[in-house]
């Protein structure tokens, strides 16, 4: 019985590792070595691959950062997830904020994106009044709005 146990244990720990082999993003040296010059502090999480190159997600300074690469190495933005509070904005957006119809709303996520020569801020921002059993807000209106460092609403769009 015993044997059979861990006849079945092995079994099962090496289909695991099957699949995650499958499942394994191979990222070309360029991209591996761009990515930890970039931030030698990253602890890295995983490696996404897309049509338009490698994406490495990780935690740094206690956030959840993602970072695209080409194929060829070069960096594409880099996303870090801020604390949905305002007072985590610079001043310059959270005037440009107040200044818009959304002001009221309540702010579910915020995300800074790093480009070259360009930062934006992202607020997913929504209306509704009641969260549901996870925390998420039921019935309401949801919008993706984007600002420059400046300040300056540049983008907006409904989140479906």
């Not at 070595?33 to 997600?57: D, I, R």
């Not at 956030?63 to 310059?92: C, M, R």
Request: no cysteine; glycine share 6%.
């Amino acid at each position: 019985m015993k044997k059979l146990i861990v006849v079945l244990v092995v079994a099962l720990m090496t289909q695991s590792m099957i699949a995650q082999a499958d499942t394994a993003v191979i990222v070309p040296p360029a991209v591996a070595k761009a990515f930890s010059t970039q931030f030698p502090q990253g602890k890295l999480k995983k490696w996404k691959q897309s049509n338009e190159g490698y994406t490495a997600v990780f935690k740094q300074d206690g956030k959840k950062v993602s970072a695209s690469y080409s194929p060829d190495g070069t960096w594409g933005s880099t996303e870090t997830t801020i604390a949905p509070w305002l007072w985590n904005l610079p001043d310059s957006v959270k005037k440009g904020w107040r200044k818009t119809q959304y002001a009221g709303w309540k702010v579910a996520h915020i995300t800074k994106i790093d480009k070259p020569g360009e930062v934006l801020y992202a607020l997913d921002v929504n209306n509704s009044p009641e969260l549901d059993a996870e925390h998420m807000y039921n019935f309401g209106v949801e919008w993706m709005l984007f600002f420059n460092a400046k300040g300056e609403l540049v983008r907006q769009h409904p989140v479906e």
